[in-house]
């Protein structure tokens, strides 16, 4: 009987405590998660780090062969420099490309005149507040030659670390070093292979042994150190983590680039919108850098961010996808503690006016520092000329912020009579539409959002007309295609041939690369085919569906043979200009039957990002609310084993 009661006693007290040591268990992850975003909680390197968001690159300047204004950009001046803090900017990245400056072998030295101009711009970029970053950049080019120079290539970086690591050995820890400027060592941008890993370990290491015995204040130094190709990979991320834990130093910084899921980045493959899987890229590459490193404790640089496309023009990309690339990307960066330093090589900020080319773009990113900004489906309402004048309906996506005004020009709206907000879907009434409407075609009004927080967003109120395309004679060399616009703009460009199979470079997809391939010129009325798409077209007959952002499909056909390339279009051509439909709408890229586009934006984001949770957030509501029965649980049993006696 006594063996019988203890046993029940020790039942009891067993499943008590089972209960309870669950309910802590459950606990522990949103304890962490509270930590790991509590700035009193972050090591001394990610307070540090925390310090230089947002960043700033100088690029396409002391990176560029020969002299710094042979990519076009204008001389740095002191106040450039001062402009850009004065921008709110807290650190500087400044890619120095030290071939053509270094000395043969085997003292490699430096061109002394290069490194003072160096030194100065270091010096008021410090003067001014900034924390500054410096770096072997385009130097990657001649390290790519380690796998068949091991030596050489070794000797050369270990002889330019030496001396810069010496001549700026008493500059104060707010003057960092970054190793080298996305490393690689073969073609592939993609190849991994273990020597390559050995290699940027060897480059790696070597350095932070040269920085750290160099003497003066470099013994404490921030170093940063890339993995291939600064890429997000995991097994990069991997490989990078192992070689800065052999490091065992507390003074070291992860870096890795960010350009943006790919077909997006350049806007190929149909990707022509921010939508669901460019937003997950967004994500998972953020994601594998935090957990394996932030969560860890060492801090993480975003290096270089923005678009490949803007490489062609800022254009490439539709301007409302670019806004909410940057919104959602810098939420998203702060959500995972990143810092981001944003690459410019002169296209946003105009370095001889000191004000910003595209000032949304840097408006939406310095309101994501502090908040989420609201934005919609789309920037642009097309209307066709003279169809009726219809209501449109615009699904938006709020960030959980309210809607305070919409304004044209002076004009303040009125709720209920010129737009009505219902949820999240704005309704501009086709009284509205109408007034706003001229006799031209394109851009008649914008009407601008403000929101209870945030950057504002506009829509463009467009009118257009069915675009037209003619017949030309032409080579692969130089071909146009005779365009008259009406309005409308052109969102991407599919090829295939006649016989089947996707035409042009890129074959993987039938929708070619803006501004590789195609880029239209709606000021001079025609669409460039560039040499690059002819130089992988086979003769014969290919069909182009010209796709606008109107929802318009424009057909046209090339006869192609040999050198000589014949357009049909036109009343020439059998083409079939298709229209989703005649009533106004939300620009969108229609389509076709026998591809499809990437899906839409959502209308809608998730309650998780209305309430500005992170994923560690959520986990916590859902852990709390576990514990929270667990807490019942427990009680309920002990209540019942007690009154059944089993606790006596």
């Given at each position: ?66 002299s710094e204004t042979a990519w076009g950009n204008p001389v740095v001046t002191k106040e450039l420099i001062e402009a850009i803090a004065a921008q709110g900017y807290h650190s500087i990245r400044i890619p120095i490309t030290w071939e053509g400056r270094i000395g043969s072998e085997p003292d490699y030295k430096l061109d002394e005149t290069f490194m003072k101009r160096i030194q100065e711009v270091i010096d008021w970029s410090l003067d001014a507040g900034l924390y500054v970053m410096i770096n072997l950049h385009h130097d990657s080019n001649w390290v790519f030659n380690m796998t068949t120079d091991h030596d050489g290539v070794l000797n050369r970086f270990n002889a330019v670390w030496k001396q ?485």
């Amino acid at each position: 009987m006594a063996l019988t009661n203890v046993s029940r006693k020790m039942a009891a007290v067993t499943l008590v405590v089972s209960l309870l040591v669950s309910l802590c268990a459950l606990s522990i992850p949103s304890r962490v998660e509270a930590a790991q975003n509590d700035p009193a909680s972050r090591t001394k390197m990610q307070q540090y780090v925390a310090s230089m968001q947002p960043g700033w690159n100088l690029a396409n300047t002391f990176d560029a062969p020969g002299s710094e204004t042979a990519w076009g950009n204008p001389v740095v001046t002191k106040e450039l420099i001062e402009a850009i803090a004065a921008q709110g900017y807290h650190s500087i990245r400044i890619p120095i490309t030290w071939e053509g400056r270094i000395g043969s072998e085997p003292d490699y030295k430096l061109d002394e005149t290069f490194m003072k101009r160096i030194q100065e711009v270091i010096d008021w970029s410090l003067d001014a507040g900034l924390y500054v970053m410096i770096n072997l950049h385009h130097d990657s080019n001649w390290v790519f030659n380690m796998t068949t120079d091991h030596d050489g290539v070794l000797n050369r970086f270990n002889a330019v670390w030496k001396q810069i690591s010496a001549y700026f050995r008493d500059y104060p820890d707010k003057l960092m070093f970054e190793s080298i400027n996305e490393p690689r060592f073969s073609d592939d941008w993609n190849k991994d292979t273990p020597e390559y890993f050995t290699m940027l370990d060897e480059l790696n290491q070597s350095f932070f042994n040269i920085v750290r015995h160099a003497g003066g204040k470099n013994k404490l130094r921030p170093l940063v150190i890339p993995s291939i190709t600064a890429n997000h990979s995991q097994a990069r991320l991997d490989e990078l983590y192992k070689t800065m834990t052999k490091m065992n130093d507390p003074n070291l910084i992860a870096t890795i680039h960010y350009y943006g899921y790919y077909p997006f980045s350049v806007n190929m493959g149909g990707s022509t919108t921010f939508d669901e899987t460019a937003r997950a890229d967004v994500e998972h590459s953020f994601d594998r850098a935090y957990h394996t490193f932030v969560e860890k404790g060492i801090p993480v640089v975003v290096g270089e961010f923005g678009l490949l496309g803007f490489d062609t023009s800022v254009d490439t990309i539709e301007h409302g996808e670019i806004l909410k690339y940057f919104e959602y990307l810098t939420y998203y960066a702060k959500q995972r503690q990143l810092t981001l330093m944003l690459w410019d090589n002169g296209q946003h900020f105009d370095r001889s006016s000191f004000t910003w080319k595209n000032p949304d773009f840097y408006e939406v990113m310095h309101a994501g520092l502090q908040s989420r900004s609201s934005n919609a489906l789309s920037d642009s309402i097309y209307l066709k000329q003279h169809d009726p004048v219809k209501d449109v309906s615009m699904p938006m996506n709020m960030n959980g912020n309210t809607l305070t005004e919409i304004r044209v020009g002076d004009r303040v709206l009125t709720a209920g009579t010129d737009y009505k907000l219902d949820g999240d879907q704005l309704t501009l009434t086709a009284g509205l539409l109408q007034s706003l409407l001229t006799d031209k075609l394109g851009d008649n009004a914008v009407l601008t959002c403000t929101f209870s927080a945030g950057a504002q967003w506009s829509f463009h109120v467009i009118q257009y007309n069915t675009p037209q395309v003619r017949s030309v004679e032409a080579t692969r060399a130089m071909f146009i295609i005779p365009t008259t616009f009406n309005g409308d703009n052109l969102a991407t460009m599919e090829a295939v041939y006649a016989a089947g199979g996707n035409a042009g470079p890129d074959d993987w997809t039938p929708y070619k690369q803006f501004g590789k391939s195609f880029e239209p010129d709606p000021a001079h009325n025609y669409i460039t085919l560039n040499k690059e798409f002819f130089d992988q077209v086979k003769d014969g007959e290919v069909l182009l569906k010209l796709h606008f952002w109107s929802g318009t499909v424009v057909d046209y056909k090339l006869v192609v043979d040999g050198n000589k390339v014949s357009g049909i279009g036109g009343d020439d051509s059998e083409a079939v200009v298709s229209e989703t439909t005649s009533e106004a709408k939300p620009a969108a890229v229609e389509k076709t039957e026998e591809t499809t586009l990437s899906s839409p934006p959502i209308a809608q984001m998730e309650d998780t990002d209305d309430q500005e949770t992170s994923e560690g957030e959520a986990e916590a509501l859902w852990f709390s609310a576990g514990g929270i029965v667990l807490v019942v649980a427990a009680l309920g049993v002990a209540l019942v084993l007690h009154r059944r006696g089993m606790f006596r």
